[in-house]
């Protein structure tokens, strides 16, 4: 089956630092990996849609100068949380879509937490 | 904007009960999926229906898309504590591959 990481799982940083996290499609190529955020007891929320050597595409009310998206290979997506805030601590989770399979698997999720 | 809509939010039940979640919204969409999530992992995939009326059975799990396309219900037979979990289901957003999550259902089977 297709399998999706992340690193790190787990995360804390003091406020106005900068996090990045990693989200690898492990055995097949994605072009388009997605980037989710999740509050406890809550829903995945779509941040952005990340394709393949271009520009990610940012969801309404998303930040794209504070929650900054590359996606520089076809198995490798990073999301940057520039000055990390403490309402800025969640679950983030990504997700790989395989074409070949027409899915999207999703990776284990990174839980930020800013002190 | 698609939406989809989740009931019940939350159910609590004995096991060996039967419950029923339901997915509604207003939009066709093309597909709709059902996940599974655990506390601190990600979503996984438990069904993708395509067809409008299509039925899928895995184990105690009957999953249904409505005729139209737009509402879609998950059937758990005979529950048991292993089923404890967060329910999603999510509609594909036309051929951008977008998926539309609901806002969950949190089960808790007691034993």
């Known amino acids: 089956g297709a399998v999706v990481s992340q690193h790190p799982s787990w995360v804390i940083c003091k406020s106005g630092t900068s996090v990045k996290i990693e989200c690898r499609s492990l055995?097949?190529?994605?072009?388009?990996m997605f980037w989710y955020r999740q509050f406890p007891k809550q829903s995945l929320m779509l941040m952005a849609t990340?394709?393949?050597?271009?520009?990610?595409?940012?969801e309404q009310g998303v930040e794209k100068d504070k929650f900054l998206i590359n996606h520089a290979s076809l198995t490798l997506s990073t999301l940057t949380v520039t000055s990390a805030h403490p309402e800025d601590s969640s679950f983030y989770i990504c997700?790989?879509?395989?074409?070949?399979?027409?899915?999207?698997?999703f990776g284990p999720g990174t839980r930020l937490t800013v002190t | 904007t698609q939406l989809l809509e989740q009931s019940p939010q939350f159910l609590s039940i004995q096991e060996g009960e039967n419950l029923t979640v339901y997915c509604n919204s207003s939009?066709?969409?093309?597909?709709l999926q059902w996940y599974r999530q655990e506390p601190g992992e990600g979503p996984v995939l438990l069904v993708t229906?395509?067809?409008?009326?299509e039925v899928k059975k895995l184990k105690r799990l009957t999953f249904q898309f409505g005729d139209a396309r737009k509402d879609s219900s998950l059937h758990i037979t005979a529950a048991q504590p292993g089923d404890t979990g967060l329910y999603l289901c999510?509609?594909?957003?036309?051929?951008?591959?977008?998926?539309?999550f609901g806002a969950g259902t949190r089960l808790a089977v007691h034993p």
């Open positions: 229906v395509v067809t409008g009326g």
């Open positions: 055995d097949f190529q994605a072009t388009t």
């Open positions: 939009s066709v969409f093309s597909s």
């Open positions: 999510a509609g594909h957003s036309g051929g951008y591959n977008k998926l539309i």
């Open positions: 990340s394709n393949e050597g271009s520009k990610a595409t940012y």
């Open positions: 997700s790989a879509y395989a074409p070949g399979q027409g899915e999207q698997y």
